[in-house]
Structures are given as structure tokens and as C-alpha cells.
């Protein structure tokens, strides 16, 4: 860089840090978003390919959904890394619509930037997106069909389509009952709605059998086994106790010292930690209880005497499992044994320890009315059975989401169709440059039928002309990509639906994205770390020279 003649460059920056400004600046932050965009895009639909993405220690997971391909995928790029957060903001907000969400963000960057190289400027591209936007929100609003929650037709249809882009299509129509069955099971009304806490249904997998014997248990599964082998492994009509509380002799939190001189000593000494043992499982044998869950140890001495009293138990259960017990069972967290009564104790119908896939599992199932459920997950090999429980995770959001605001809208891109038409005619209301961005974001949005017709192997020019004019007809509103027969058919006679909110929530988060990763045009990089090191080990070196010399 030119110095003018007499004055002293200045140093602003740290050395080695890299600047980029202006229009370089956006072009890389651009092409860094596409190409994430670029390569979810064959994911997208009933005939998305699956990725198949090796972690730095080797282990492989073969997967079609947006938000794990994108987690494991290990982003560097910061512009990039903005497209990751977008598909875990969709993720932890509506649990669906990730790819979707990845998809139209960098189809919006991908129009803004001919717009760029139109010199039209970003802040009017983005003002002209927000416009778009609001348009977009209040059209989705104005079509969405409300529906009944509890409606079993409906949410089975919501579950099948969140399914049929996953690797268990197949069985849609098998796992979407046992999803809404779940979900009905343990959904709440609060505030003239309905809530489903997804915490509240356990996801259990073991591999092992066909995906076909995947079960709904009304109640909970526990990956563990009877402590004791004389204990029975069966219990029916179970009052089970859950306790936060060792089983096991406390140790002092002060340190101490005992001086035992003789063996009787000794002998009472340890008689003593057993008597203490014994009043323990006594009081919760006096209280009914036939079943304990512990969260902590359970004494091998305690253990003897529960199975004496024909008391099954579990321990080290986890955190998480007993809340479930807890909503499942009907029965209290007690962090005292002595607090263990009749009234704290759960209920349920059977407490059967089985063999899964060469496993033992404790099963408590019969309980009455149960706030918790576990789906147990088969499957053929590992892979299989964890593509299967991301499904299930996937379907059980969509329902959630119908559950707590009750309006759905055809799938298979018939709403961002009928979206794109009506921006276009917005657009011509719209005046100066921006009109121009408000057109850019109607055909961003034909991407998602774009690129579904794409991946079914459909001539994608064809489709969109086939659906554009077919959504000139106001009764064909809920046209969209037939996949499966080819061309364009009625997704509402079809069945084919998502949840209002996961399109509504979608075209809002990738706007925003879209419009934070224009608004930048100055990108400073320090130095990277190791640079750092190598910098500061050779100053050390070089000190450690000097002062031998």
C-alpha cells in the first residue's frame, strides 16, 4: 500500500490478521452459504438422497435430516456456520422443516447477489426481503386450514408426511400411530390449548427384529436390570417407590478414624452398618411399596435383604428417567427413606424385568392414565435404528406443533407456489428497487418445489410451469409436486400436510439469515491460534539463545 511521502505507517491491526471489505467480502460470504445451501438441497422430499458423514474418530452416520447432517458436518466458515444456527433455531423451535429452512436461505442469497451484480444495494435488497416477508407471513396466515388437535385423521397425516422424507417412509403409516398415540397420551390442556412436552415421551432403541416391532409402551422402559439376582423379575400390581437416596451406608463428611482392638468390636461395627441396612428396607417394606427405583447405589447388605422381602429394585437410575417414573407411576421423588409412606408411592399394572436383543430392560407398563410414555425402537442394524429414532423425534415435533396452534397447510411446495404468485403481484405495488427483491424472494421460494421435482427425477422446468399454472386457478390453491406419480397434483386431496408454524417459522428465520449475511461487507480474521504459538515458542527460543550466549 501507497505511504505518503513523510509520515509513518500506522499498525491497526495485530499482524497477521486478514481483511476483507466490500464487495469480496459479501461474494465469500455468499458462496459459503450456497454451497451448505447446495448440498442439503438433495435431501429435500419423499426422494431426498441421504449423506453418509465421518467424524474425526471414524464413526459414520448415514442420515437425511437437515439439522444432523449439518451438526456433524463440523463448519468453519463463520457465514456458513450462521446457516448451521438457522437449521438448530428451526430444529429447536418447530423440530422440523430444517432443510427446508437451509435450502431458502441460500436461494435468497443466490438472488440477491445477481441483484448485487445489478449494483442495486443490499440494504435495498434486504428492505425489499423484509416487505416480502411480512407479505409472505400474513398470506400463511390467510390460508392455513385450522383444524381439531385431538383429531387422530389429522395428526396421523401431519406424522406421514414428516416421515415420508426419512429413511422409515416405508412404514409411515405403522410408526405415525404409534406417534399420535403418544402424543395423545400424554398431551395436556392448559390455557384453552393443548401442550405436549416432548420430554414427557421417551424414544428407548435397541437394535435387533424389523422396524415393524417398534412398540408403544404405556409407561416406561429402563435400559437396566434387577440388582439382585434372587429378587423376583416379575411383579404384578406394583407399588413402586422412586428415591433420590443411597441404599448404602453414608460416609462422614468430616474425616475419622475408628481403633477397633478386638474382632468382637469389629463384628459389632459391622452388625451395626447392617442393622442400619435392615431399618431402612424395612420401613419400605412397611410401607407397601414391592418395587424401588434408586437413582443412587443400593448396598450389596441392602440388596440381600430386599430381595428377602421379595422387593424388586433398580439402581443408578438417571435424572431424566425418574421425573418420568414420577409422571407415569403417579408416585413422589422422596430424598429421604424415612419419608417413604403409602401415599408417596406409585402404581402400575406390571414390573417385568425382559431380554431385548441379548439385554436385559425393566418394563413398568399398565399404569394408570400415564403423563409418560416410551416408544421402544427396533431395527435391523445400529444405523437403522438411529435414522428411525430421528424420524420419530422429527413426526412427534410435527404433532406438538399442530397440538399447540392447530393449523396446517398442504405440503409438497403448493403454499410457497401459491406465495411466490401472490408476491409477484405484490411486487408491482411495491415501488423503486425494492420491487425488484420482493420478485427475487417469490422465485427464492420456488426453489422448495424446484428442488423437489429435482430430486424425484422430474424435469423441474416442466413442473414449476405445470404448478404455476395451475395455482392461477384460486380453487388450486393446494397444488403441489407429486412425487411419487410424477407432475402436479391436490395435496389437500392427497393427504399431504405440515404444520402452519413450521413454514410460517421457516421463510421468517431464513429471511433473517439471509439479510444478516448481506448487511456484512468488512470481514476481519485474526490470526489463527497455532500462528500464535509457533510466534511466541520462537521468542522464547530466541530469548533462551541470548541469554546463553
Not at 208 to 236: C, F, N, Q, Y
Request: proline share 4%; aromatic share 4%.
Amino acid at each position: 500500500m501507497a505511504q505518503p511521502s513523510g509520515q509513518i505507517p500506522v499498525l491497526i491491526l495485530k499482524e497477521g490478521t486478514q481483511r476483507t471489505t466490500g464487495r469480496d467480502a459479501r461474494k465469500a460470504n455468499i458462496y459459503a452459504a450456497r454451497v451448505i445451501a447446495e448440498a442439503l438441497a438433495s435431501s429435500l422430499g419423499p426422494r431426498g438422497m441421504d449423506k453418509l458423514l465421518v467424524d474425526s474418530f471414524g464413526n459414520a452416520t448415514i442420515t437425511g435430516d437437515g439439522a444432523t447432517i449439518l451438526k456433524e458436518m463440523e463448519v468453519q466458515h463463520p457465514a456458513a456456520k450462521m446457516l448451521v444456527e438457522v437449521a438448530k433455531a428451526q430444529d429447536d423451535e418447530v423440530g422440523d422443516g430444517t432443510t427446508s429452512v437451509v435450502v431458502l436461505a441460500g436461494q435468497l442469497l443466490t438472488a440477491a447477489e445477481e441483484l448485487i451484480d445489478q449494483d442495486i444495494h443490499p440494504t435495498i435488497i434486504t428492505e425489499g426481503f423484509e416487505k416480502a416477508l411480512v407479505e409472505a407471513t400474513k398470506k400463511i396466515d390467510e390460508m392455513a386450514v385450522k383444524v381439531d388437535p385431538l383429531d387422530r385423521n389429522i395428526l396421523e397425516k401431519i406424522s406421514q408426511t414428516a416421515l415420508s422424507s426419512k429413511v422409515v417412509a416405508e412404514y409411515k403409516e405403522f410408526l405415525s400411530k404409534i406417534v399420535v398415540e403418544a402424543a395423545l397420551q400424554v398431551a395436556e390442556k392448559r390455557d384453552g390449548g393443548y401442550k405436549l412436552s416432548l420430554d414427557d415421551i421417551k424414544v428407548e432403541k435397541k437394535k435387533g427384529e424389523s422396524i415393524t416391532e417398534t412398540t408403544l409402551v404405556k409407561g416406561i422402559v429402563l435400559d437396566k436390570e434387577v440388582v439382585h439376582p434372587a429378587m423376583p423379575k416379575r411383579v404384578e400390581n406394583a407399588k413402586i417407590a422412586l428415591l433420590d437416596a443411597p441404599l448404602e451406608i453414608e460416609k462422614p463428611e468430616w474425616t475419622a478414624k475408628i481403633n477397633v482392638t478386638t474382632p468382637e468390636q469389629l463384628k459389632m461395627f459391622l452388625d451395626q452398618e447392617a442393622e442400619i441396612l435392615r431399618r431402612k428396607v424395612e420401613k419400605i417394606k412397611e410401607s407397601g411399596a414391592n418395587v424401588v427405583f434408586c437413582q443412587k447405589g443400593i448396598d450389596d447388605v441392602a440388596q440381600y435383604y430386599l430381595a428377602r422381602a421379595g422387593i424388586l429394585a433398580v439402581r443408578r437410575v438417571k435424572k431424566s428417567d425418574m421425573e418420568k417414573l414420577a409422571r407415569a407411576t403417579g408416585a413422589k421423588i422422596l430424598t429421604r427413606v424415612e419419608d417413604i409412606s403409602p401415599e408417596a408411592l406409585g402404581t402400575a399394572r406390571l414390573v417385568e424385568e425382559r431380554k431385548v436383543a441379548d439385554e436385559k430392560m425393566v418394563f413398568v407398563e399398565g399404569c394408570p392414565n400415564p403423563k409418560s410414555v416410551t416408544i421402544l425402537v427396533r431395527g435391523g442394524f445400529e444405523r437403522a435404528v438411529d435414522e428411525a429414532e430421528r424420524s420419530i423425534k422429527d413426526a412427534l415435533y410435527a404433532v406438538a406443533d399442530v397440538l399447540k396452534h392447530p393449523y396446517i397447510v398442504p405440503g409438497g411446495g403448493a403454499i410457497e407456489a401459491e406465495i411466490a404468485k401472490e408476491l409477484r403481484k405484490y411486487a408491482t405495488e411495491v415501488s423503486g428497487k425494492e420491487q425488484l427483491a420482493v420478485e427475487a424472494f417469490a422465485n427464492a421460494l420456488e426453489s422448495i418445489p424446484r428442488t423437489l421435482a429435482e430430486n424425484a427425477g422430474l424435469d423441474p422446468i416442466d413442473v414449476i410451469a405445470d404448478l404455476t399454472a395451475a395455482h392461477q386457478d384460486p380453487s388450486k390453491w393446494g397444488y403441489g409436486v407429486d412425487v411419487n406419480n410424477g407432475g402436479v397434483a391436490d395435496m389437500i386431496s392427497q393427504g399431504i400436510f405440515e404444520p402452519a408454524s413450521v413454514k410460517d417459522h421457516a421463510i421468517k428465520v431464513a429471511t433473517e439469515a439471509a439479510s444478516m449475511i448481506l448487511r456484512i461487507d468488512d470481514i476481519i480474521s485474526a490470526s489463527k491460534l497455532e500462528s500464535k504459538k509457533e510466534e511466541k515458542k520462537g521468542k522464547e527460543e530466541g530469548e533462551e539463545k541470548s541469554e546463553f550466549d
